[in-house]
């Protein structure tokens, strides 16, 4: 059994869930379903994994050092919890990818936004993991009002099918510091989405975006026998329990296809 565009359409128009953007794909051999991919929702946190593989491959070529970096003061903003990052506090470049995708801390984000360069970054992971709508414009804020930023030139963008290009990408080790990032999401702390609709025995690597008007979660299931799936779903579902528990009622309804496949 393949799960088909057609029968994933209709799964995603019974989740409940606002505005759905999904792709779904086998890593072993490529089979795919795909509902509203390419849907411009804004990324929300999802932005941090193309920044952090950005930065990564930078690093890796010698463009950014190891550390130390100072914590800029005009990087500060809220987060879900206090970040540990302060100003003038040195931190280094592992600390910050770290951070941004095992916390979803922001001001690591907009650190990282100041050393990989917003068009630098762009044009890396564009020319480089052919995530050609993707777009790191802009730093993150935490609530209301938005933090200054004025070298942003337009909104992030990061839709449901860059995100899933981006996970095989990570998953098959595709880049420097890919085994990296993956055992960052693999120690995700926000786990109420599509973990919550996962079998007993598989893990889930993951990254998760919510702000009141988007809901997301994207990442690397692999599954008890150890097949793995590239999963991202993306909605225009405010960030609450109940958006979180259709999340995890998607992915059960899911699952079904994906035990088959493997």
């Not at 209301?144 to 098959?172: E, K, Y």
Request: glycine share 8%.
């Amino acid at each position: 059994m393949r799960l088909t565009d057609a029968e994933l359409a209709l799964l995603a128009e019974q989740s409940g869930l606002i505005r759905p953007a999904i792709a779904v794909a086998c890593v072993r051999d490529g089979a795919s379903a795909a509902y509203a991919p390419r849907r411009p929702l804004y990324p929300a946190s999802m932005v941090k994994v193309p920044l952090v593989a950005a930065a990564l491959i930078l690093a890796g070529r010698g463009e950014i050092a190891p550390g130390p970096h100072p914590i800029d003061p005009a990087n500060l903003t809220a987060n879900d919890e206090p970040s540990p990052l302060v100003a003038g506090y040195s931190s280094t470049l592992e600390e910050l990818c770290t951070l941004s995708i095992v916390r979803s801390d922001n001001v690591a984000t907009n650190q990282l936004f100041d050393l990989a360069g917003r068009e630098r970054a762009t044009a890396v992971v564009r020319a480089e993991l052919g995530l050609l709508d993707t777009g790191l414009r802009r730093k993150l804020s935490g609530g209301h009002p938005l933090l200054r930023d004025p070298a942003q030139f337009g909104r992030n963008t990061h839709p449901a099918s860059d995100a899933a290009v981006l996970m095989r990408a990570i998953v098959t080790h595709s880049f420097p510091g890919a085994s990296l990032l993956f055992s960052l999401l693999a120690r995700q702390e926000w786990n109420t989405k599509l973990s919550a609709g996962i079998n007993a025995g598989d893990a889930f690597a993951h990254k998760t975006g919510d702000t009141e008007e988007v809901s997301h979660d994207g990442g690397i299931l692999v599954t008890a026998s150890g097949e793995r799936f590239v999963v991202a779903v993306y909605s225009a579902s405010a960030s609450c329990e109940a958006t979180d528990a259709r999340f995890a009622a998607l992915m059960r309804a899911m699952r079904p296809w994906l035990e088959a496949h493997a």
